[in-house]
């Protein structure tokens, strides 16, 4: 049984709100298999709901209907994001 999947995300409103939702969504990773971990900013879950350190094992998938964090790479550019852009 696979245990990957793809999943398409589109973001849309206000122009300021788009921007809080970037600024709360991309940070710098280290958890990936990147040249890019530790150095570019990447989307995330975790930023958009932390996972607690002492949360149970099924957190992820209850709160971000998958069991884990991003795996690919997700810059700003690949968001096709810009300052009055409206949807991402």
Same mark, same amino acid.
């Given at each position: 049984?696979?245990?990957? $999947?793809?999943?398409?995300?589109?973001?849309?409103?206000?122009?300021?709100?788009?921007?809080?939702?970037?600024?709360?969504?991309?940070?710098?990773?280290?958890?990936?298999?990147?040249?890019?971990?530790?150095?570019?900013?990447?989307?995330?879950?975790?930023?958009?709901?932390?996972?607690?350190?002492?949360?149970? /094992?099924?957190?992820?998938?209850?709160?971000?209907?998958?069991? $884990?964090?991003?795996?690919?790479?997700?810059?700003?550019?690949?968001?096709?994001? /810009? /300052?009055?852009?409206?949807?991402?």
């Amino acid at each position: 049984m696979s245990t990957k $999947f793809d999943n398409v995300l589109t973001v849309s409103g206000p122009h300021d709100e788009l921007e809080r939702f970037v600024t709360h969504t991309i940070q710098i990773r280290y958890d990936v298999d990147s040249p890019y971990a530790g150095k570019v900013p990447l989307f995330t879950l975790n930023a958009l709901l932390p996972k607690p350190a002492d949360a149970p /094992s099924d957190w992820q998938t209850t709160r971000w209907g998958c069991p $884990f964090d991003t795996s690919c790479v997700i810059t700003l550019p690949d968001m096709r994001w /810009s /300052s009055h852009c409206e949807s991402i």
